[in-house]
């Protein structure tokens, strides 16, 4: 009685306790791979049932079959043991897992939030600045001198870069929390419109254009548009001053993506650096070289991140540079 | 910095809590020819100068200011509290009330035109075009503009 006590009720206990807590886990979890674990246990159990069942019918010899149950028994306790402890682990890795991700989402709130104030709180002053200066060289023009001018010229223009910096931060922190509105694009007219804008200011030295046959994409309209703003501003930024300036727009094929890209014949960038191309206020270039904030870059890439997509640069330097960006395919 | 004696007729009513942008906006406003402004610090002072409480307690409510142009961050009673307060009473529902703020938050400005503001403009930092624009709006309002009652 013993026998049959040891070798066959209680590891049936067992793993039917342990086949019900891996259906739980399973609803839990809501993932069918445990079933694969209960499959076994359940192979395991109808074993025992039937070990149970031949003993009540023929006793104990019939059932048992001598040193070969201490094996099938420690079996069946580690099975079950197993099954147990895995699903535990899966489970609390789930956990951690949604906490670090809840503590992302709450400081990606708060930063955004944090940016958001800064930069309303930052223009108020600002705004005195550029007032009263300006108030100053107007009103007092006459007994400043020619130098005393150019001092205030300096405060005025440190107070446009200010605010210049202050709108593309407030640019950036938008995008993290702005909703996308998801509609077909049409990058080619897209890309002509923005072409059009950016041209207005470059009256004569305008570099001559080429654009390529450009498929349609999903996306944030506006969104985009601000990827071909900023791409489009910084190619004409590096080709203008080449004598024979030019700026192409286009697209291919690779994979099955399409790779939209930008290139200018520019002076181009040292690949060493590319990495920090995208980095925000950074320049790869010589301070003060080619004029904006830096952040242009970032603001593409945050946009074309949140479209699933990526985006990299090559260069030869001094021969240009090519910027290429992918969107993530809709699931037609 | 208010020219206007609280107790007569009142063109413009400006809430806003920043001294110097109050400044850059009473001479801007100045500059038009409009005197009779009166200037208040934060959304309490705004609704006891409109009901005639308080500090205002001379004032006549019936008096009502013949356009209010309000921050949105203000202390004490925020500027949507304010709108809020006005746009939903009878008496002064009709006030033309003009949200000059920092904030080009959308949240903000859908929120002030559900209360019924009649215009939303955002503060320019720089300041010929923070002049040019407080300038268009007294023009537009005081000068153009029609004002029922």
């Not at chain 1, 067992?14 to 192979?43: E, K, Q």
């Not at chain 2, 949200?99 to 938050?105: A, D, G, I, L, P």
Request: some cysteine; overall charge negative; glycine content about 6%.
């Amino acid at each position: 009685m013993y026998e049959i006590f040891a070798f066959s009720i209680v590891p049936l206990v067992v793993l039917v306790a342990s086949i019900g807590y891996a259906l739980v886990m399973t609803y839990r979890l809501w993932d069918w791979r445990p079933l694969l674990f209960i499959a076994v246990l359940v192979m395991m159990s109808i074993h025992q049932t039937n070990e149970i069942i031949v003993y009540l019918d023929q006793g104990v010899e019939a059932a048992l079959a001598g040193f070969g149950e201490y094996p099938e028994t420690a079996a069946n306790v580690l099975a079950s043991l197993g099954t147990v402890l895995f699903l535990r682990w899966i489970r609390r890795e789930q956990a951690l897992t949604r906490q670090f991700e809840q503590r992302v989402k709450e400081r990606t709130a708060e930063l955004e939030s944090f940016t958001y104030s800064v930069s309303h709180d930052l223009r108020t002053p600002l705004r005195a600045i550029d007032g009263y200066s300006k108030m100053l060289r107007r009103g007092w023009a006459d007994e400043l001198d020619a130098e005393g001018r150019q001092l205030i010229d300096r405060i005025c223009s440190s107070a446009d870069r200010m605010k210049q910096l202050i709108d593309d931060l407030l640019t950036l922190s938008r995008l993290g929390r702005k909703d996308m509105k998801r509609t077909e694009v049409d990058m080619g007219t897209l890309a002509s419109e923005v072409l059009e804008e950016i041209e207005h200011t470059y009256s004569d030295s305008a570099p001559a254009i080429e654009i390529g046959d450009l498929p349609p994409a999903e996306g944030d309209l506006s969104m985009l548009k601000q990827v071909y703003s900023n791409l489009l501003t910084n190619a004409f930024k590096f080709a203008q001053n080449e004598e024979r300036p030019q700026v192409e727009v286009g697209a291919r094929t690779k994979d099955d993506a399409t790779v939209y890209y930008v290139a200018d014949n520019g002076t181009g960038f040292d690949m060493d650096h590319a990495d920090q191309l995208f980095d925000a206020f950074q320049s790869v270039h010589d301070n003060g070289e080619f004029e904006g904030t830096g952040i242009g870059l970032a603001i593409a890439e945050r946009i074309v991140q949140r479209h699933g997509g990526e985006i990299w640069a090559e260069s030869t330097a001094g021969e240009g540079a090519t910027f290429y960006f992918t969107l993530c395919q809709s699931t037609s | 910095m208010s020219s206007a004696n609280h107790t007569g007729p009142v063109d413009i009513l400006l809430v806003e809590d920043q001294q110097y942008d109050a400044e850059l906006a009473l001479r801007g406003l100045r500059e038009l020819g409009i005197e009779r402004i009166v200037d208040v610090r934060d959304g309490a002072a705004a609704l006891d100068f409109i009901y005639g409480r308080a500090e205002y307690a001379e004032r006549d409510p019936d008096h009502v200011p013949r356009l209010i142009l309000l921050d949105l961050k203000l202390p004490k009673v925020s500027g949507i509290e304010v709108l809020e307060a006005l746009k939903s009473d009878e008496k002064t529902q009709h006030i033309p009330i003009i949200t000059f703020s920092s904030s080009e938050e959308e949240r903000d400005i859908c929120r002030c035109y559900e209360l019924g503001v009649n215009s939303y403009v955002v503060k320019p930092v720089d300041f010929d075009e923070f002049t040019e624009t407080i300038q268009q709006i007294g023009r537009y309002w005081l000068k153009k503009n029609e004002i029922v009652c």
